[in-house]
């Protein structure tokens, strides 16, 4: 996020982050949450789930609260996108499909899918603590209809069923409508309170060694190499 709300990937997205505020992160400036300010918004037809068959969604947190203003979704959420059924079954804008989030009072960390009807959801075993940085991940293989949560770079769930995904849900004429980072895909409910530092979307299932390095280069760089003894030149 780097103080500005700017993607520093290859989609470029660029959130609407006016009004908003960015605070000392992990890495850089992070966006500082807050219920009364509102979440970060995404453009509305970023395609971020359209075709995908599967995700990864990481972000370093750091909660003031870990129980959002309102109890609609039993939690508070980092990341939520909605999208268009395009055929016509569902044209509401807040049909979230994919969403990252800390549960209600607990500080777990919760992973929804829900392409058409019912959500799928995995939840961690490890819990985020108010007022500390967590790298928290969940990676979610819509082929294979499993889904695993990571906190600091470690699994803190099993590898869940989520025996209702189709991949043929996310197909290609799917367009998403909302995203939005640190309340619900409509931007209205379950806002998170704290900050949210290096959130990433990927259309890829990260393997346990990505995510254990990826956490591992931030907290601690020094662990992420290893340096052997010089060699002579041939």
Known sequence: LDGSGK???PARLTAVSEGKSFDSG????????????GPLS????A???????????SAWV???ALTATDDKFGETLLFAASVDIT???DKNLNHAVLSLGLRNGTGYVNVSARPRGGAETASSTKAVRVGEWAFVAAVVDVTQK?????VDGEPASADVDMGDLE??????PLLSRAAHIGASSGGRYARFNGRIDELKVERVARSPAWLRAAYHNVRRPAEAVSWGPPQPRP
């Not at 395609?47 to 969604?57: D, P, Q, Y």
């Not at 991949?167 to 290609?172: I, L, P």
């Open 47 to 57: 395609e971020i789930v359209s075709g995908a068959r599967a995700f990864t969604i």
């Open 62 to 64: 750091r909660p003031d």
């Open 26 to 37: 992990q890495w850089s400036k992070a966006f500082a949450s807050k219920a009364s300010t």
């Open 167 to 172: 991949a043929s849900e996310y197909a290609d």
């Open 42 to 45: 995404l453009p509305m037809d």
């Open 146 to 150: 499993r889904g695993r949560l990571y």
């Open 87 to 89: 055929n016509g079954a």
């Open 7 to 9: 993607d520093s990937g």
